[in-house]
Every structure is written in C-alpha cells, then in structure tokens.
C-alpha cells in the first residue's frame, strides 16, 4: 500500500486544536439550550415593573453530603389580601394587568387614608397616609404599615435570589375580623377563603411560568411531598408548601363552650385541605374555636381579639393557674375602645389574676382527633398560637406516636419547649425581628441545634398583620453596605428599587418581602456568620422534619388485648369495671382503677418475649406523679428501664433502650391525688 504523502500541520492550526481539546476537557459542558444559560431570568417580564437588582446565577444543587442548602421562611402570607373580607390587607402579590394594578391602595384609603380604620388600630396615629403606591411607594409598604402589600411576586423573586429555597405559604383568614371590619366585597367564610387563596397561589406560579415559557419552567414551584421539595431545590428553584393559620378550620368554632362541627367534619376538611395541597397547619389561632384553647396576645391587641373571642364564641378567654414552668402570654389589659364599643350594651372585657397566666382551655377531644387526622395524612401540626395547655397535650400525643411532624414556626410557642421540638425531630424557626433580637435568640438555642444537628429558621409572616424590623439607621456602626454578596457567594446584591423607590435597611427598615436577603445580611453583621450558616442549614432541617413524617408508621401496641393483673382494683359497683384489663383493651373510655394507696402496680403479660422499647401511659385524671417501668422475662426478676417523680398526668411516654420482654409492669411510688392510680390505656411498643 502506497503511503500518502506527509504534511506538515501549521503551527497556529496546531495551537487552535490544542486549545479546543483544553476546553472541552477542562471547561463548562454546554447547556443543550441556549436559553439555559441564564435559565433565572425570564423570557419576558412585564413592563413596566420592580426591578430585583441581583446579579449573578442562584446556586443548584446539593452539598458535598447530599444534602440541600438555602433559607426557610416557616410562615408568610402570600395571599391574605383575599381573606378577612378581602379588604383588610390591600394590595395584590401578582396581577395580570401589571405592577401598578397589584399595587395599589384599598379604595377606601383614597385620597387620604383618613378611613384606613385597620391601618389605625394597628399602627396608632390616625391612619392617614399617600394611598399611592406604584410608582412613588411614598408611604407603603413600610416595616409599620400592616395592611398593605409586601409579598408582591418580584420582591418574593428577589428573596430568592438572595438565597431563600424553601417558603411556607399559609392561607390564613378570620371570619369575625371579616365580619367585623366596615369594608368587604365577599362572605366571611372561612374555609372559602381557604381554598380561594389556595388557587390564587397555583395561579402566581402559573403567572411566573408564563414569564418564563410556559408550565413548570418558573422559578416558584408547589410542592406537595418532600423529595418534590429537594428536587426543586436541587435545581436552584424556590420550594413552596402550603400551609393553614385559620381560627375556625373546618368550621369548628364554638359557642358558649359547644363546639360545632363533628369527626366527619374534621376528616371532610382534611381530606379536602391535602387535595388542595396543604402539608402543615395550625388548629387554633387567636379565638378559642371547638378543638383546643389559644396562646393569648397582649397589650391593646390581646383587649381587641378578646373582644373578638367573645363576639365569636360567647365567652372571653378564661384564665388557670399553670400546672408547669411553661406559660401563656399575659393578657392584654389596655383599653382598645374601637374594639370595645362593638360589645353588647352591659358586657365589658373581664380583669384577670395576675398568678392565672395559662388558658383553662386545653386541646379538646375534637383537637385530639384533629391531630391524629393530621399524622394520619402525614402532615405537620404548627404548635404556635396553642395555649400551653393544649400545646401539652398535643406533644403528649405525638411523643407517644414518636411523630416527628411539629413545627414552631413563629416565635409562638412557649420557648422552653424548644428541645421538645427538636427531640421529636420537629423544626423551629423565630419570628423576623431586628437583628440584635433575632441574632440574641439564635445564640440561645445553638447549644440545642447543635445537640441535634438541625439548622434554623424563620418565619417573616408578612402580610400577617405583625410589624417588621424598624431600620437601625445609616450612623448604625456595623450598617448592611451595599452592594453585598449572598451567603453561597454567588450573586451581588444591590438596593432595591420598585418605580421610582429605593429601600435601604439600614433606613428603611424590613418594608417588604424583597428586604429577606438584607435581613440575613444585618445578621451576618450583628449576630456573626455562624447565625447565619444555622439558617443556611434550615432548609435541610425544614425537609427532614418533613419527610420523616412522610415515612412515620405508627406502632404495634404489643399490650392491646394482653392479660393482665395489679395488685388492687377499686370496687365502685356492680354495673362499673375497673379491672386491669380495662388498661389494655383498645378503648381509652375504659380504665383501670387501683385503691387509694401509694404502693400499687399494673401488670402486662404480652405472652412471649418481644423486644419493648417504649410505654405509653394514658392517665385519667387519678395518676401517679412518681412511677417506674419495670420489665421482665419470667415474671418475678424485674428490671427498672425507666422512673419518674415528676409526672403532671396526661399522656406520658417513657422511652428507653431497647431490652427482651414478656412482662411490663406499671410500678407507682407516690399519687399525684387522694384517690389512688387510674390509667385509660397502657401501650407498649418495641420503639
């Protein structure tokens, strides 16, 4: 074979493949689109519009562990300018016809502000003010300004970009407010409300999807399961859940102490809340409603929503002596008189005892039944707002079930409560004040995420009617200057500017939605970079929580239908069972019910050797505030696995390693009553 002639390449094509074969081993792989190369700005925006001043691509994917990262807002308000009558909050977070259509004034704040009545009960002054918002935002939105737009899509969008990957929207709505309040343009409803705000937020993702060439393709994705969630995130988009914050779900308000609604109306209204797509919710806020008692507000505020309480349910709050450390907020006691004067002729708001600080009320036998309906649909229960006794009682439940679906979202929760969250594998997230405030609880409670290893949150609640973050001022000595780089490093930060405005935290304080990054910024400054690479974490912490849920299965009780014996049964009459057997047959209307001396026991005999790991005890109202649990293979060596002396009856889980048993045995020390030990239901369980 004649071999071709050689030639000899020119240098300069020689260097150019040299250099082309570098780049492909050592540059960027391509996108396939070219349009995904700056896949976070839209194909059109509407014009005119706010501009989000952040440059740079939002971070993707996961860490080196696998694991998502970015911050969690626990609780905002996307859309509560559709609850409460639809007049109360003004404002839209999206609008079809443009910026300057979604943010406007209510109409009836026009010329002057002199009728914004809800403006002037919660700010103070006279509630006048330039109704005018695009393009001058002369007035609003303001960190003070409570009734007026701050979650409009592009500051949301903004909020993003500075890093945020997890937002928490709860539809939220009160019926007697809306009934109340002098301006509406539709009922009162409550669960109308619920699912009308449910669809406006499908339709704001469905607005940002069309900017960015049609469905699926927007930066602001729904979510309903949380490996959705981490998908979302991976990709560098922003995870929306939804949540409930109403005070009479399902209808279940009550009056005069009788509550309204039944079982099938809790199971109706579940079902038809996850179709919707809700994965959290409270079951009481701000009213005593049918299913359990609220944490009460205080000042001028807590007089208006007692005010509120009696005009929906016939009563005020009713106040008791706590039973534990833990407690309710005081009372409001100051005068609210555009609120008062809405009482019947003859009836005033009630004065409190100063040693009372917890509501009478607790979780209901409808609550009960609400919080098992939401581990049931593997949905988290928001404790924030449940008064302390409540509170109790619904951790009870969830730690006898080991539940891990609780969150604190808002700084509402009795604070000493923290570990218990965190024990149950739950989440917490405080309330977006300033940053001293804000740094100061983070540092509090880092011992305990780092004990857990859990990030942290926060939970902005705009559009919740709440106040914000004033400004420190620009003479502050540790100021945000612009412009500054996002946690990850990625973006550059600049002031925001909607039409002709510009907001600076440092003077303008957390006016709106788009602030969050500036936020995170003041903290890094004040509280430290570890404050802010906890919330960095919360994300993580937030899916976790959330999926663990997801996977709970509930138990086998090994002692439903056991033989058992104690060493008494109380006699009360022939027609009345307290036998020992009536601890474990499945039905907690039944009891066991021992004499009335300290030295009494229950035992189970499971009827073979099974591993036990966990005890429930469910107490009637004669319980043992010192007892042990005590196991053993043969019925007469015992083993004490775990012991108590400060029992405050209840629901009590006794948790323990892991240990071969064919008999448990309730031992009780001291009572907690004259009367002697009584339990509904005893369970056991291997974990």
């Not at 005081?330 to 555009?338: E, S, T």
């Not at 951790?395 to 080991?402: K, M, R, T």
């Amino acid at each position: 074979m004649t071999r071709p002639p050689h030639r000899r390449r020119r240098p300069l094509a020689v260097l150019s493949l040299l250099l082309a074969v570098v780049a492909m081993v050592l540059g960027p792989v391509p996108s396939s689109a070219a349009s995904d190369a700056d896949w976070w700005n839209p194909v059109a925006r509407p014009a005119p519009d706010s501009q989000i001043n952040v440059t740079g691509e939002p971070f993707k994917g996961t860490d080196a562990q696998g694991r998502v990262r970015g911050f969690v807002d626990a609780h905002d308000h996307l859309m509560s300018n559709e609850g409460f009558g639809g007049r109360l909050i003004c404002g839209k977070p999206f609008s079809d016809l443009g910026v300057a259509d979604a943010l406007k004034d209510c109409p009836e704040h026009y010329p002057d502000g002199t009728l914004a009545v809800f403006d002037f009960i919660t700010k103070g002054g006279d509630g006048k003010h330039d109704p005018n918002g695009w393009p001058t935002f002369k007035d609003w939105p303001a960190h003070d300004s409570l009734t007026h737009q701050q979650n409009y899509y592009a500051w949301v969008e903004r909020a993003w970009r500075g890093g945020q990957r997890v937002l928490v929207n709860d539809l939220v709505t009160n019926g007697v407010i809306c009934s109340v309040y002098f301006f509406k343009d539709r009922g009162c409803d409550e669960m109308t409300a619920i699912r009308l705000e449910a669809q406006k937020t499908y339709d704001m993702q469905a607005f940002i999807d069309k900017m960015y060439g049609g469905p699926g393709k927007g930066w602001f994705r729904i979510v309903t399961d949380s490996a959705q969630a981490r998908d979302v995130i991976k990709q560098g988009k922003l995870a929306v859940i939804l949540g409930v914050e109403t005070s009479e779900p399902f209808g279940c308000k009550q009056i005069l102490d009788v509550g309204q609604c039944s079982k099938a109306d809790i199971d109706r209204g579940l079902d038809e809340l996850h179709r919707l797509g809700v994965r959290s919710m409270f079951l009481c806020h701000k009213f005593d409603n049918a299913l359990c008692g609220v944490r009460f507000d205080e000042g001028a505020l807590g007089t208006a929503i007692n005010v509120g309480q009696f005009l929906s349910t016939g009563t005020f709050w009713q106040t008791e002596q706590c039973t534990g450390p833990q407690h309710d907020n005081p009372i409001g006691l100051a005068a609210a008189p555009a609120a008062q004067k809405e009482l019947p002729a003859g009836v005033s708001v009630p004065s409190y005892a100063a040693d009372a600080r917890c509501n009478s009320r607790g979780l209901t036998e409808l609550g009960e039944y609400a919080v098992r309906g939401l581990m049931k649909r593997k949905m988290m229960l928001e404790i924030d707002h449940m008064g302390v006794k409540a509170a109790g009682r619904a951790f009870d439940i969830l730690e006898s079930e080991s539940y891990p679906g609780v969150i604190s979202s808002h700084s509402w929760m009795d604070l000493d409560w923290t570990e218990r969250v965190y024990k149950l594998g739950g989440f917490v997230a405080s309330y977006m004040s300033g940053a001293e405030g804000f740094s100061a609880e983070a540092k509090r409670t880092d011992a305990l995420r780092d004990k857990y290893n859990v990030g942290y949150g926060y939970g902005t609640d705009m559009n919740g009617v709440g106040g914000w973050p004033g400004p420190r001022g620009a003479d502050a000595p540790n100021p945000v200057r612009y412009p500054f780089r996002s946690t990850d490093g990625g973006s550059v930060i600049d002031r925001q500017t909607t039409g002709s405005r510009t907001w600076d935290l440092n003077t303008d304080g957390a006016a709106h939605y788009g602030l969050v990054p500036d936020w995170i910024e003041d903290i890094r400054n004040v509280g430290g970079q570890g404050v802010v690479d906890d919330l960095f974490k919360g994300a993580e912490s937030y899916l976790t929580t959330w999926g663990n849920s997801e996977k709970h299965k509930a138990g086998v009780n090994l002692a439903t239908g056991s033989s058992a014996s104690a060493s008494t049964s109380q006699w009360w009459n022939p027609f009345v069972d307290f036998s020992p057997g009536r601890a474990v047959d499945g039905d907690s209307g039944s009891r066991w019910a021992s004499e009335w001396n300290d030295d009494q026991w229950l035992r189970i005999d499971l009827g073979s050797a099974s591993l036990v790991g966990r005890v429930t005890l469910d107490w009637e109202r004669a319980y043992g505030k010192a007892y042990r649990i005590e196991v053993s293979t043969d019925g007469s060596t015992w083993q004490n696995v775990w012991s108590t002396t400060t029992s405050d009856g209840g629901l009590d889980t006794a948790r323990f390693s892991g240990v071969t048993a064919r008999y448990v045995r309730v031992q009780g020390v001291q009572r907690a009553t004259q009367w002697g030990y009584s339990l509904h239901e005893v369970g056991v369980y291997s974990s």
